[in-house]
Every structure is written in C-alpha cells, then in structure tokens.
C-alpha cells in the first residue's frame, strides 16, 4: 500500500487526532499542499518517501506533537520553525499580541523576555515595523531557531539576546512595554503528562512548586527597566490571575487588568508602571 488515496484511507481507521494530521505529515513527506492529495490519489509514493511518512505517523501516535514532525507552526499568520528546543506556540498566547498592539505606543521600545520561537516578538514586529525589539531567552538552542525565523521573515527591528529574565541586561530603564509567556505550570501537575506535553522543553513549561516562581521574578523585576508610564504583559494560568494581579500591586503597577481567553478562563494579565525612579 503505497499510494496516497489508499494512506489516508488507512490514516482515517487511526485515533482522531493521528487521523486528522495523517493527511498533513504525507503533504509534507510530499512537499506538497493539503489539497494536491486528494486531487491525485493514484500518486505512488517511492519507498523512501513511505519509510518516513509511516515512521513520522508512528511517532504521532506515540504522542509527538505534529509541529515538532514538520518543523512547523503557524503564530499570527506567520510561518514558524519550531524544534524540541522551543515551546510550540499556543493560539492563547496570541491575547498577549493583541493587547499589546492595543496600548498607545509609538516609537516603543519592547523586551520579549523568554521568546522561544520568537513568536511573539515576531508578531508585534510584523504589525509594528517601527518598534524595537529585544528578544530574550536563557536556552541558546531556542535563541538558534528565533534566530533562523528572523531571518526568514526579516524581521530587521528584532535583537536577540541571551539572558535569564533580567539577569544580562542594564537597568536604565529602557523600554515601554515588557512582554512574556514565562513557564507557569507547577512541578508535578498531571497534565504535564497529556496532550504532547512531555516532548515539549520541560524548563519552557513549569516553573517551582505553584508555577509562579518566574512570574514572581518578572513582575517584581520589570520596574527596574520600564519607563514611567511602560508596561507589563504577561501570559499565566488559568487559576493564577488574581495571585498575578497581587503580585502587580505589590510591584507598583497600576490600571491592572486579566482578560480571558476565548473558553473564559484568565489567560493575560497586564499593567501600567506609572511611578518615577
């Protein structure tokens, strides 16, 4: 059975999700769209061609997520590479572009602490080409890949730069707007267990006990490099806003808001550091 009607005939008898990314690991064996499939069924593939589809849709049923398979994942419209080095970017961390773009900002200057990817900074620097980003990450590896989608998009206004939170940067507070989606699960939660979860980089995931321990870090640290006026955003979990929202009055922030994701649940809490130094 080497031809691409009878694969996806065969993918649809597989569990619901391997059967629904069946069809989008051949298009990409094949090199090509999700629609030339079923325009040409009849196509043979070679035996090369096979092996690693079938070895690809065996590890999709083993749990890998199918961005670490292709290489691939969509953010904002962009076209992202991703590797096990990086979280796989979340449609619920796209809240943090859109509050972002909704603050009165001109001529910003944004730090994009723990970018990953760099998803986020990626996508502010698409819609504000005029803003100048800093993007952060203790993990090189991570800093390769945000590196190498850069460049693809040519984002000209990003500077990457490796740095633990705050750890290697001058506080002479810089910049308008602070951004991140930190770790914020707590060690130990079970569903670190499901949903591909434990292909993903475990040090991009959870963070101390009650998962607040980089929260804690960048809520506190933020004002140390944010103009009069600038402000803080930041990605948590769903039960963590009013504890994150604590942790923003502690820090001096003011006009502190969560807003929810799209099933309701706290998702982004942001604020605005209105203090002089």
Known sequence: ?????????AAAALNQEAAADAPLILAHVLRKDRSWLYAWPEYQL?????????????????????????????????????TPATLIPRPETELLVEAALGLPLQQARVLDLGTGSG?????????????????TDISEEALEVAARNVKRLQA????????????????NRP?????????????????LREDGLPHEPAAALTAG???????????????????????????????????????????????????????RRDR???????RSP
């Open 209 to 263: 006990p009650d998962g607040l321990n980089d929260l804690r870090t960048i809520v506190a640290g933020a004002p140390g490099f944010l103009q009069p006026g600038g402000w803080l955003i930041v990605e948590h979990g769903m039960d963590q806003g009013t504890t994150v929202r604590r942790l923003f009055g502690t820090a001096g922030f003011e006009t502190v808001e969560t807003r929810q994701d799209l099933e």
């Open 46 to 82: 070679d035996d090369r061609a096979l092996a690693q589809y079938e070895t690809l849709l065996q590890r999709r049923l083993d749990g890998e997520p199918l961005a670490y398979l292709t290489g691939h994942r969509e953010f904002w419209s962009l076209d992202l590479l991703v």
């Open 175 to 191: 910049y308008q707007l602070i951004i991140s989606n930190p770790p914020y699960v707590a060690e130990g939660d079970p569903h």
């Open 268 to 274: 982004i809490t942001l604020g605005c550091y209105s």
């Open 156 to 171: 000209a206004n990003i500077r990457l730069l490796h740095s633990h939170w705050f750890e290697f940067l001058h506080g």
């Open 119 to 135: 998803a986020i900074a990626l996508a502010l620097a698409s819609e504000r080409p005029h803003w100048h980003i800093t993007a």
């Open 1 to 9: 059975m080497n031809k691409v009607g009878e694969l996806l005939g």
